[in-house]
Protein backbone atom coordinates (compact mmCIF):
# COMPACT_ATOMS: atom_id res chain seq x y z
CA UNK A 1 0.00 0.00 0.00
CA UNK A 2 0.91 3.60 -0.79
CA UNK A 3 1.97 5.63 1.86
CA UNK A 4 -0.48 8.57 2.47
CA UNK A 5 2.03 11.51 1.53
CA UNK A 6 2.54 9.58 -1.93
CA UNK A 7 -0.61 10.00 -3.36
CA UNK A 8 -2.01 12.17 -5.24
CA UNK A 9 -5.15 12.92 -7.01
CA UNK A 10 -9.38 12.20 -6.13
CA UNK A 11 -11.36 9.70 -7.47
CA UNK A 12 -14.96 11.01 -7.57
CA UNK A 13 -17.58 7.76 -7.60
CA UNK A 14 -21.06 9.53 -9.01
CA UNK A 15 -23.07 11.16 -10.94
CA UNK A 16 -23.28 12.75 -13.98
CA UNK A 17 -26.47 14.62 -15.44
CA UNK A 18 -27.61 17.15 -18.13
CA UNK A 19 -29.64 19.83 -16.46
CA UNK A 20 -32.22 20.73 -18.79
CA UNK A 21 -33.22 24.53 -16.84
CA UNK A 22 -36.32 26.01 -18.62
CA UNK A 23 -37.83 29.83 -17.23
CA UNK A 24 -41.28 29.83 -17.52
CA UNK A 25 -43.35 33.22 -16.35
CA UNK A 26 -45.43 30.61 -14.07
CA UNK A 27 -45.68 26.69 -13.09
CA UNK A 28 -47.65 24.96 -15.43
CA UNK A 29 -51.03 23.66 -13.94
CA UNK A 30 -51.83 19.93 -14.53
CA UNK A 31 -52.72 19.25 -18.27
CA UNK A 32 -51.84 22.54 -19.22
CA UNK A 33 -49.21 23.53 -22.33
CA UNK A 34 -47.24 27.03 -21.36
CA UNK A 35 -44.98 29.04 -23.32
CA UNK A 36 -41.42 29.24 -21.72
CA UNK A 37 -38.86 32.20 -22.35
CA UNK A 38 -35.49 30.27 -22.34
CA UNK A 39 -33.94 26.76 -22.17
CA UNK A 40 -30.52 26.86 -21.44
CA UNK A 41 -28.29 22.77 -21.24
CA UNK A 42 -25.99 23.15 -18.81
CA UNK A 43 -23.78 19.50 -17.34
CA UNK A 44 -24.24 19.17 -13.65
CA UNK A 45 -25.11 15.62 -11.37
CA UNK A 46 -23.31 15.85 -7.91
CA UNK A 47 -20.44 13.64 -9.33
CA UNK A 48 -19.96 15.34 -11.79
CA UNK A 49 -19.57 18.66 -10.26
CA UNK A 50 -17.35 17.81 -7.25
CA UNK A 51 -14.96 16.71 -10.01
CA UNK A 52 -15.05 19.74 -11.86
CA UNK A 53 -14.77 22.07 -8.83
CA UNK A 54 -12.12 19.60 -7.76
CA UNK A 55 -10.10 19.57 -10.92
CA UNK A 56 -10.45 23.70 -11.09
CA UNK A 57 -8.50 23.70 -8.20
CA UNK A 58 -5.61 21.89 -9.88
CA UNK A 59 -6.26 18.19 -8.62
CA UNK A 60 -5.48 15.66 -10.66
CA UNK A 61 -8.60 13.72 -10.95
CA UNK A 62 -10.47 10.82 -12.29
CA UNK A 63 -14.76 9.67 -12.67
CA UNK A 64 -16.17 7.24 -12.57
CA UNK A 65 -19.61 6.76 -13.29
CA UNK A 66 -21.97 5.83 -15.91
CA UNK A 67 -24.15 7.77 -18.85
CA UNK A 68 -26.35 6.15 -21.78
CA UNK A 69 -25.76 6.10 -25.41
CA UNK A 70 -27.15 9.75 -26.50
CA UNK A 71 -25.90 12.53 -27.38
CA UNK A 72 -26.23 13.86 -23.79
CA UNK A 73 -23.55 11.28 -22.78
CA UNK A 74 -20.88 12.82 -25.78
CA UNK A 75 -21.44 16.29 -24.49
CA UNK A 76 -20.90 15.78 -20.61
CA UNK A 77 -17.51 13.69 -21.41
CA UNK A 78 -16.83 17.31 -23.75
CA UNK A 79 -17.59 19.12 -20.65
CA UNK A 80 -15.32 16.74 -18.58
CA UNK A 81 -12.91 16.77 -21.17
CA UNK A 82 -12.41 20.77 -21.08
CA UNK A 83 -11.70 21.05 -16.97
CA UNK A 84 -9.10 18.18 -17.20
CA UNK A 85 -10.93 15.83 -16.17
CA UNK A 86 -10.40 12.14 -16.76
CA UNK A 87 -12.88 10.11 -17.62
CA UNK A 88 -12.00 7.02 -18.76
CA UNK A 89 -13.43 5.71 -16.19
CA UNK A 90 -17.10 6.82 -16.74
CA UNK A 91 -19.01 3.96 -18.98
CA UNK A 92 -21.61 3.57 -21.17
CA UNK A 93 -25.22 1.96 -20.98
CA UNK A 94 -26.20 0.34 -23.70
CA UNK A 95 -30.48 0.94 -24.08
CA UNK A 96 -30.16 3.91 -21.24
CA UNK A 97 -30.07 7.52 -21.67
CA UNK A 98 -27.89 9.71 -19.82
CA UNK A 99 -29.25 11.03 -16.64
CA UNK A 100 -30.69 14.24 -17.01
CA UNK A 101 -32.87 17.09 -14.32
CA UNK A 102 -35.49 19.29 -16.17
CA UNK A 103 -35.82 22.23 -13.61
CA UNK A 104 -38.13 24.64 -14.39
CA UNK A 105 -37.83 27.85 -12.82
CA UNK A 106 -40.85 30.73 -12.80
CA UNK A 107 -40.62 34.88 -12.68
CA UNK A 108 -40.37 34.34 -8.59
CA UNK A 109 -37.33 32.23 -9.09
CA UNK A 110 -39.01 29.30 -7.72
CA UNK A 111 -38.18 25.70 -9.16
CA UNK A 112 -39.87 22.47 -9.70
CA UNK A 113 -36.93 19.49 -10.55
CA UNK A 114 -37.72 16.47 -11.84
CA UNK A 115 -34.23 14.12 -11.92
CA UNK A 116 -34.41 11.16 -14.45
CA UNK A 117 -31.55 8.72 -13.19
CA UNK A 118 -31.07 6.66 -16.26
CA UNK A 119 -27.77 5.49 -16.53
CA UNK A 120 -26.52 6.53 -12.80
CA UNK A 121 -28.94 4.19 -11.26
CA UNK A 122 -27.01 1.46 -13.52
CA UNK A 123 -23.82 1.73 -11.41
CA UNK A 124 -23.06 -1.43 -10.06
CA UNK A 125 -21.20 -2.70 -7.03
CA UNK A 126 -18.87 -4.28 -9.70
CA UNK A 127 -18.36 -1.01 -11.13
CA UNK A 128 -17.03 -0.11 -7.17
CA UNK A 129 -14.85 -2.87 -7.48
CA UNK A 130 -12.73 -1.76 -10.33
CA UNK A 131 -12.56 1.48 -8.09
CA UNK A 132 -9.11 -0.27 -6.73
CA UNK A 133 -6.79 0.13 -9.49
CA UNK A 134 -7.31 4.20 -9.20
CA UNK A 135 -7.74 4.50 -5.27
CA UNK A 136 -3.92 2.59 -4.48
CA UNK A 137 -2.52 5.95 -6.00
CA UNK A 138 -5.12 8.29 -4.99
CA UNK A 139 -5.31 10.35 -2.07
CA UNK A 140 -8.93 10.85 -1.32
CA UNK A 141 -12.58 9.20 -2.76
CA UNK A 142 -15.35 11.39 -3.22
CA UNK A 143 -18.96 9.93 -2.78
CA UNK A 144 -22.37 11.38 -2.62
CA UNK A 145 -25.92 9.46 -2.93
CA UNK A 146 -26.82 10.17 -6.78
CA UNK A 147 -25.69 6.25 -7.34
CA UNK A 148 -27.02 3.09 -6.00
CA UNK A 149 -26.71 2.87 -2.15
CA UNK A 150 -25.11 -0.82 -2.50
CA UNK A 151 -22.48 0.59 -5.30
CA UNK A 152 -21.96 3.64 -2.53
CA UNK A 153 -21.32 0.97 0.26
CA UNK A 154 -18.67 -1.03 -1.97
CA UNK A 155 -16.62 2.09 -3.10
CA UNK A 156 -16.33 3.30 0.28
CA UNK A 157 -15.01 -0.33 1.71
CA UNK A 158 -12.92 -0.58 -1.51
CA UNK A 159 -11.15 2.81 -0.68
CA UNK A 160 -10.47 1.97 3.03
CA UNK A 161 -9.02 -1.10 2.27
CA UNK A 162 -6.73 0.89 -0.23
CA UNK A 163 -5.73 3.44 2.33
CA UNK A 164 -7.64 6.36 0.73
CA UNK A 165 -9.19 9.00 2.72
CA UNK A 166 -13.07 8.69 2.31
CA UNK A 167 -15.07 11.93 1.90
CA UNK A 168 -19.14 11.37 2.07
CA UNK A 169 -21.70 13.84 1.31
CA UNK A 170 -24.59 12.15 1.65
CA UNK A 171 -27.38 14.11 -0.46
CA UNK A 172 -29.92 13.56 -1.72
CA UNK A 173 -30.32 12.84 2.07
CA UNK A 174 -31.43 9.06 3.33
CA UNK A 175 -30.13 7.10 6.38
CA UNK A 176 -27.25 5.22 5.95
CA UNK A 177 -26.35 1.68 6.94
CA UNK A 178 -24.18 1.18 9.43
CA UNK A 179 -20.88 -0.47 7.28
CA UNK A 180 -21.05 3.37 5.41
CA UNK A 181 -20.88 4.72 8.29
CA UNK A 182 -17.89 2.65 9.35
CA UNK A 183 -15.82 3.62 6.23
CA UNK A 184 -16.38 7.18 6.30
CA UNK A 185 -13.19 9.64 7.41
CA UNK A 186 -14.98 12.89 6.21
CA UNK A 187 -18.59 13.95 6.09
CA UNK A 188 -19.88 16.66 4.76
CA UNK A 189 -23.09 17.69 4.95
CA UNK A 190 -25.38 20.68 4.60
CA UNK A 191 -28.27 22.12 7.49
CA UNK A 192 -30.88 19.40 6.28
CA UNK A 193 -29.18 16.23 5.60
CA UNK A 194 -27.16 16.97 8.59
CA UNK A 195 -30.94 17.27 10.75
CA UNK A 196 -32.09 13.83 9.04
CA UNK A 197 -28.77 12.25 9.99
CA UNK A 198 -28.25 12.95 13.63
CA UNK A 199 -31.90 12.60 14.31
CA UNK A 200 -32.16 16.63 15.43
CA UNK A 201 -35.48 18.45 14.07
CA UNK A 202 -33.77 21.68 13.27
CA UNK A 203 -30.19 22.19 12.39
CA UNK A 204 -28.68 25.81 12.49
CA UNK A 205 -25.47 27.38 13.46
CA UNK A 206 -26.64 27.80 16.74
CA UNK A 207 -26.78 23.95 17.56
CA UNK A 208 -24.22 22.54 14.34
CA UNK A 209 -21.60 21.69 16.38
CA UNK A 210 -23.92 19.86 18.75
CA UNK A 211 -24.98 17.94 15.64
CA UNK A 212 -21.65 17.32 14.08
CA UNK A 213 -20.56 16.06 17.53
CA UNK A 214 -23.45 13.02 17.58
CA UNK A 215 -22.84 12.20 13.70
CA UNK A 216 -18.89 12.07 14.67
CA UNK A 217 -19.99 9.16 16.79
CA UNK A 218 -21.32 7.31 13.86
CA UNK A 219 -17.95 6.40 12.57
CA UNK A 220 -16.63 9.61 10.62
CA UNK A 221 -13.43 11.14 12.31
CA UNK A 222 -14.02 14.27 10.49
CA UNK A 223 -17.77 15.89 9.92
CA UNK A 224 -18.57 19.57 8.40
CA UNK A 225 -21.69 21.09 8.59
CA UNK A 226 -22.01 23.53 5.38
CA UNK A 227 -24.42 26.76 6.68
CA UNK A 228 -24.96 28.31 3.68
CA UNK A 229 -23.65 32.18 4.16
CA UNK A 230 -23.54 30.99 7.78
CA UNK A 231 -20.15 29.44 7.24
CA UNK A 232 -18.93 26.33 8.71
CA UNK A 233 -19.06 24.15 11.90
CA UNK A 234 -15.79 21.65 11.49
CA UNK A 235 -16.24 18.87 14.32
CA UNK A 236 -13.24 16.68 15.09
CA UNK A 237 -11.42 15.22 17.72
CA UNK A 238 -9.68 18.15 19.41
CA UNK A 239 -13.48 19.90 19.37
CA UNK A 240 -15.32 21.64 17.48
CA UNK A 241 -14.59 24.88 15.36
CA UNK A 242 -16.98 27.87 13.03
CA UNK A 243 -15.57 29.52 10.18
CA UNK A 244 -17.58 32.39 8.64
CA UNK A 245 -18.59 32.46 5.44
CA UNK A 246 -17.22 35.33 2.75
CA UNK A 247 -19.57 37.85 2.91
CA UNK A 248 -20.63 38.13 -0.90
CA UNK A 249 -23.78 39.32 -2.86
CA UNK A 250 -25.13 36.02 -3.67
CA UNK A 251 -26.67 35.78 -7.03
CA UNK A 252 -27.49 32.46 -7.56
CA UNK A 253 -26.24 29.59 -5.13
CA UNK A 254 -26.55 26.85 -6.93
CA UNK A 255 -23.77 24.15 -7.05
CA UNK A 256 -22.16 26.44 -3.95
CA UNK A 257 -21.87 22.48 -1.78
CA UNK A 258 -20.14 20.90 -4.97
CA UNK A 259 -18.01 23.88 -5.04
CA UNK A 260 -16.96 23.38 -1.36
CA UNK A 261 -16.52 19.89 -1.02
CA UNK A 262 -14.70 19.68 -4.99
CA UNK A 263 -12.00 22.78 -3.56
CA UNK A 264 -11.70 21.55 -0.15
CA UNK A 265 -10.80 17.39 -1.28
CA UNK A 266 -8.15 19.30 -4.09
CA UNK A 267 -6.29 21.04 -1.01
CA UNK A 268 -6.13 17.88 1.13
CA UNK A 269 -5.00 15.58 -1.89
CA UNK A 270 -2.54 18.07 -2.39
CA UNK A 271 -1.29 17.49 1.85
CA UNK A 272 -3.02 21.00 3.12
CA UNK A 273 -4.26 20.93 6.63
CA UNK A 274 -8.13 20.56 7.65
CA UNK A 275 -8.19 24.55 8.72
CA UNK A 276 -6.77 25.80 5.25
CA UNK A 277 -8.61 23.21 2.78
CA UNK A 278 -11.66 24.83 4.69
CA UNK A 279 -10.79 28.11 4.58
CA UNK A 280 -9.94 27.63 0.55
CA UNK A 281 -13.23 25.82 0.25
CA UNK A 282 -14.94 28.93 1.55
CA UNK A 283 -13.34 31.22 -0.78
CA UNK A 284 -13.98 29.23 -3.51
CA UNK A 285 -17.43 28.57 -2.65
CA UNK A 286 -18.20 32.44 -1.77
CA UNK A 287 -17.27 33.22 -6.05
CA UNK A 288 -19.41 30.30 -7.06
CA UNK A 289 -22.14 32.26 -5.49
CA UNK A 290 -21.65 35.57 -6.91
CA UNK A 291 -22.31 33.84 -10.43
CA UNK A 292 -25.09 32.06 -11.95
CA UNK A 293 -25.22 28.68 -13.23
CA UNK A 294 -23.20 25.11 -12.12
CA UNK A 295 -20.26 23.92 -13.23
CA UNK A 296 -19.74 27.33 -15.17
CA UNK A 297 -20.01 28.89 -11.93
CA UNK A 298 -16.99 27.28 -10.21
CA UNK A 299 -13.57 29.64 -9.61
CA UNK A 300 -10.11 28.18 -11.02
CA UNK A 301 -7.56 28.33 -8.23
CA UNK A 302 -6.27 31.67 -9.95
CA UNK A 303 -9.68 33.16 -9.20
CA UNK A 304 -9.33 31.79 -5.71
CA UNK A 305 -6.26 33.39 -4.96
CA UNK A 306 -6.59 36.47 -6.94
CA UNK A 307 -10.00 37.10 -4.88
CA UNK A 308 -9.48 39.73 -2.60
CA UNK A 309 -13.68 40.54 -2.02
P1 LIG B 1 -26.23 23.73 -2.78
O1 LIG B 1 -27.23 22.62 -2.58
O2 LIG B 1 -26.82 25.07 -3.18
O3 LIG B 1 -25.06 23.35 -3.62
P2 LIG B 1 -25.58 23.22 -0.01
O4 LIG B 1 -26.88 23.36 0.72
O5 LIG B 1 -25.04 21.86 -0.24
O6 LIG B 1 -25.61 24.06 -1.36
P3 LIG B 1 -24.48 25.41 1.52
O7 LIG B 1 -24.29 25.15 2.95
O8 LIG B 1 -25.66 26.24 1.11
O9 LIG B 1 -24.44 24.01 0.76
O10 LIG B 1 -23.19 26.15 0.92
C1 LIG B 1 -21.90 25.57 0.96
C2 LIG B 1 -20.89 26.65 1.30
O11 LIG B 1 -20.96 27.66 0.29
C3 LIG B 1 -21.18 27.38 2.61
O12 LIG B 1 -20.61 26.71 3.72
C4 LIG B 1 -20.51 28.73 2.35
O13 LIG B 1 -19.13 28.67 2.62
C5 LIG B 1 -20.75 28.94 0.85
N1 LIG B 1 -21.96 29.76 0.65
C6 LIG B 1 -23.22 29.33 0.38
N2 LIG B 1 -24.06 30.37 0.29
C7 LIG B 1 -23.35 31.48 0.51
C8 LIG B 1 -23.64 32.90 0.55
N3 LIG B 1 -24.89 33.36 0.37
N4 LIG B 1 -22.62 33.74 0.79
C9 LIG B 1 -21.36 33.30 0.98
N5 LIG B 1 -21.02 32.00 0.95
C10 LIG B 1 -21.98 31.10 0.72
Do not use: Y
Request: neutral net charge.
Amino acid sequence: MKPQAMRQGVVVFGSLNMDLVARVPRMPRPGETLTGESLLVNPGGKGANQAVACALQGARVQMVGRVGDDDFADQLRAALDSRRVDHTGVGSTPGQSTGVAMIMVDSSGQNCITVIPGANASVTVADADLLRTHLERSAMLLLQLEVPLDSVVRAAAVARQAGCTVLLNPAPAQLLPPELWRSIDILVVNESEASLLSGMPLVTRSNAGEAANLLRRSGPGDVLVTLGEQGVVWSSGAGTQHFVAQPVVAVDTTAAGDTFIGAFAALRAEGRGMAEAIRHAIRAAAICVTRVGAQASMPSRADVLRETF
